[in-house]
């Protein structure tokens, strides 16, 4: 989504400046070209010259260099950036910015700013919770194209335990990920199940799959880039819930059909990209079962519901989206079950492919549509398969 997008980061002096630099890295790495505004306080943190070498841009602190160009310079950086990104964000620049001072080459910038501006504040917790920074952070936060990053707590630079942490530069990238995406699905209400289910046997085993979640939460964030109301719901995964989704945990089959049920008469779009165990224990062993001497046990199964083929009887005029996990003769399976579950189309992996299907960030799929039309699709990164996959959602939203 970074590609070619031109990102202007402004510095303020505090510590967490040296996790701009980290920032920095990330956005060229994602293709997007970046130009860095710091203030005098900044340069005494991490040098310009820091700065410089990772954006391949001149850095600009002072306001009153000779012109190189004819180009007013703050008029110019303001018109250039897509996006605004202020990372550390101090009381002190954010109170200027909530007054509409313009005293140096980023307030200034700012002030004249007509892209999103997106500020990561950091600081003490006890300047966070001044009454002064409150009320810039209330005035800036309902100004329109103007988003205030959470901070995170824990220990600060000045020894204090609290909240002020400025947000990671991961977390930052994807809320600039977000603020340049075109609201296609504003306010449209998507539920995704992501993830495997989790069967328990006894206190320490289970019956489960190797489904990590990747392709689900891909999904979501993209859908909630996009301006989607999501609902995340995933059985035990290791990713962190993308931002701006309402994320629903969940262990077993049996929790994941009463997630979906209790969301579905919301939902317009349902996405199913979950692998659910199909089978449970038939009975769950309170104590820890022991090694038997004579060898050979035996677990009794039985079957789970089928979240997808309930809720494709009662779809009415929902878009619901199935995978279908295939080792072979993938297009007979995938439109038995397109049909079956009445999806309005359905992505399928080969799972025994490499670099395709569980736990890999790559997938290659076909998908079918209930039409009888049926596409190919190379081998791509699963965020770049999420975003195919909702172009053909609004697609089908729109017919
Ligand atoms: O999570 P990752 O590591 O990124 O891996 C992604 C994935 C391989 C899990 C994903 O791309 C995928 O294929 N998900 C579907 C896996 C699956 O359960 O396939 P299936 O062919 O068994 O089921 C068909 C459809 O019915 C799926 O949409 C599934 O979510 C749904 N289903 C299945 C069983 C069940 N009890 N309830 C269901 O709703």
């Known amino acids: ?17 040296y996790k701009s630099v980290d920032l920095v890295s990330r956005l060229k790495k994602a293709g997007a070209e970046v130009q860095v505004v710091m203030t005098e306080a ?56 909530a007054y509409g001072i313009a005293d140096n080459m980023l307030s200034t ?47 600060l630079a000045c020894q204090d335990v609290g909240e002020g942490k400025m947000a990671e530069p991961k977390e930052i990238l994807s809320y600039i990920d977000r603020a340049l995406t075109k609201k296609t699905l504003q306010d449209v209400e998507i539920t995704i199940t992501a993830g495997p289910t989790l069967e328990r046997i006894d206190p320490v085993r289970f019956v489960s799959n190797h489904s990590s979640g990747k392709m689900g939460y891909a ?41 979906v049920e209790s969301l579905f008469s ?20 309170e104590e820890k079962i022991k090694k038997r001497e004579s060898g050979e046990m035996a677990i009794a199964l039985r079957p789970n519901p089928d979240i997808a083929k309930h809720f494709g009887a009662i779809k009415g005029d929902r878009v619901i989206v199935g995978f279908a996990a295939e080792s072979h003769n993938m297009r007979t399976y995938a439109e038995k079950k397109l049909k079956e579950k009445n999806f309005n189309f359905i992505v399928a992996n080969n799972i025994t492919e490499k670099d395709a299907g569980f736990r890999a960030d790559t997938n290659r799929v076909e998908i079918f549509f209930s039409d009888g039309k049926a596409e190919s699709l190379p081998i791509m990164d699963k965020s770049a398969l999420a975003e195919i996959i909702l172009d053909k959602v609004e697609q089908e939203l729109e017919s």
């Open 109 to 155: 910038v700012a002030l004249a700013a007509r892209s999103p501006i997106l500020l990561a504040p950091a600081m003490n917790t006890g300047m966070l919770r001044a009454e002064a920074t409150q009320k810039s952070l209330a005035i800036l936060s309902a100004r329109s194209g103007v988003e205030i990053l959470p901070t995170g707590s824990g220990l």
């Open 42 to 97: 900044a340069t005494h943190f991490v040098t310009p010259l820091t700065f410089q070498t990772m954006s391949n841009n001149v850095v600009h602190v002072e306001m009153f260099n000779q012109l190189s160009n004819m180009n007013v310079e703050h008029i110019s950086l303001a018109k250039w950036a897509d996006c605004i990104v202020i990372a550390p964000a101090t009381a002190n620049t954010m109170a200027k910015l």
């Open 1 to 17: 989504m970074l590609q070619n997008k031109r990102i202007l980061l402004g510095v303020c002096g505090g510590i967490s400046a």
């Open 219 to 259: 999904l979501a964030k993209a859908a909630a880039d996009r301006g989607a109301k999501v609902h995340l719901i995933s059985g035990p995964s290791r990713l962190e819930a993308p931002v701006g989704v309402d994320f629903i945990p969940v262990e077993s089959t049996e929790e994941m059909f009463r997630a």
């Open 266 to 285: 919301r939902t317009r779009v349902l996405i199913k990209a979950a692998a659910p165990s199909d089978f449970k224990p038939a009975h769950y062993t």
